[in-house]
């Protein structure tokens, strides 16, 4: 079953052959975020009435969350179904349980929050936000790290289903850190918006919705293949820079080598 969120201030679910099985209504503003609850069983969503609902899976209304100060933009169940986390034009992450209280309010971002995500234990969040950065915080809270994108917006994250690396997208661009906050690397769009990211459920590819209208395929294989391309022509740079018995040679037949070697890069 697919969920959908539209900006006509409804929530629909459908068959995968297209089928429309239900509408929900009751926001009363644009929805932009749903998510399911990992039994499938409920359905969250977010919405620029400044609300988080919480329906059951025919379409009843189970809970209205209220606190945020703004448009909410997105919304996610915590893989172990307990807690939902939602993001905001408020400049905060809201963490709640699911009879609507409200548990920690994470103050840190100084511009919109476009997205949120869950590590897969669900004992850790990404969030994403216009301020150029993307935070990790504990579940309970607390700043654990904090990776800038050399001015980018970011405006969606997730992570992989080994909770070991998380990918941003921002204005065109995606970014893949592992969880210390060391970039791994910076895959460019096609200079349009990248609006949303997410890891295949086996975690070798990565989809990236676009502005434009298409959705981009990452081969992570690929990534660790240039990660080593890239890896392998800096050491040859240095080794015809610094080895004396190389620099006794042709230096231009040997920048030629290396141009040959690494053009593809």
Known sequence: TLAAASRDKTIKLFSLDGKLLRTFTGHDGQVWGVSFSPDGQAITSASKDKTV???????????????????????SFSPDGKLLASASDDKTVKIWNL????????????RRVNGVAWTPDSQAIASA????TVKIWSRDGNL???????????????????????????DDKVRIWNREGTLLIALKGDKQELTSVSFSNDGKTLAAGSGNGT?????????EL???????????HD?????????????????????????SR
């Not at 080794?239 to 053009?263: I, W």
């Open 53 to 75: 609902k919480l329906w059951s899976r025919d379409g009843k209304l189970l809970n209205t969350l209220q606190g945020h100060q703004d448009a909410v933009n997105w919304v």
């Open 99 to 110: 009879d609507g209280k409200l548990l920690y309010s994470l103050n840190g971002h100084s």
């Open 129 to 132: 936000s216009i301020d150029n």
């Open 144 to 170: 654990l790290n904090n990776l800038t994108g050399d001015g980018d917006s970011f405006i969606s994250v997730s992570f992989s289903p080994d909770g070991k690396t998380l990918a941003a997208s921002s």
């Open 215 to 223: 959705v981009i395929f990452q081969n992570l294989a690929d990534i």
């Open 226 to 236: 240039e990660k080593l391309l890239a890896r392998g022509c800096n050491l040859l």
């Open 239 to 263: 080794y015809l820079q610094t080895n004396q018995k190389v620099m006794k040679g042709d230096g231009s037949a040997n920048a030629r080598g290396e141009r040959a070697l690494c053009s």
